[in-house]
């Protein structure tokens, strides 16, 4: 794909972003764009910094850390959004800017121990398996979720800014609105129990963007609509 069109592209999902907020009465910019740049080349993420996209979505911890090294000169925020295994915590600890799929108190004092002093604290949301699929992660439930948002508060170098979720596939609006406003319900729910302000909830894709933003998405990630289909990644 060539750079016009790769704009051109980002430029209709920004467009489709702030007519959908209006439609649905939400300010537009109070919905944030993660383009997700997996299996994506580096140099189309450089291009759309350019026009002012600057927070990126990985999956596989070590092509963000090859991304972010070779974009090292560029103000970009990177987003891990993919499952993470234990012993990747401290690659993640130290690039990211926020990681959407926190999905156990396991994972949560190794990313708090290795968060380098000299930058803010990461900012983490929990994953919710809100369809309750065996194939995908997250906590089930509200009492597993306050029991890992309890275990992030406790550690200086995280803050909990919300909640995300990865529903299970449908082509109905009104279908795809389920999952998202269960998910706002339970942010709702935390806060409350909580006594604190959880802003973001990440939640919609390229293929249910309408349905999220109409429940409250702050947070839409977006990568095929943006990048267009991916690389299969090698084995």
Partial sequence: MNTD?????????????EQTARTYQRNPDAIHLLAVSKLHPSDAIAA???????????????????????????????HFIGPLQ???CKEVATTAD??????????VEPLSCYRPASMP?????????????????????????????Q?????ENLTLSGLMTIPAPSTDLNAQRKPFA????????????????????????????????AEGATIVRVGTDIFGQRAVKNK
């Fill in 121 to 149: 604290p990461l900012k983490v949301l929990l994953q919710v398996n809100i369809d309750d699929e065996q194939s995908k992660s997250g906590v089930k439930g509200f009492a597993e979720l306050l029991a890992l948002a």
């Fill in 86 to 88: 234990s012993n990747k």
């Fill in 48 to 78: 759309l910094t350019q026009v002012g996209q600057l927070a990126f979505g990985e999956n596989y911890v070590q092509e963000m850390l090859d991304k972010a090294n070779t974009l090292k000169s560029l103000a970009i925020a990177w």
């Fill in 98 to 107: 926020m990681m959407h799929s926190l999905d156990r108190i396991k994972l």
């Fill in 182 to 213: 269960q998910l706002r319900q339970l942010r709702d729910q935390l806060e409350q129990t909580l006594g604190m302000a959880l802003p973001e909830l990440s939640m919609g894709m390229s293929a249910d963007l309408e349905a999220a933003i």
């Fill in 5 to 17: 069109e790769l704009l051109s592209r980002w430029q209709s999902v920004k467009t489709h972003i």
């Fill in 151 to 155: 275990a992030v508060l406790v550690q």
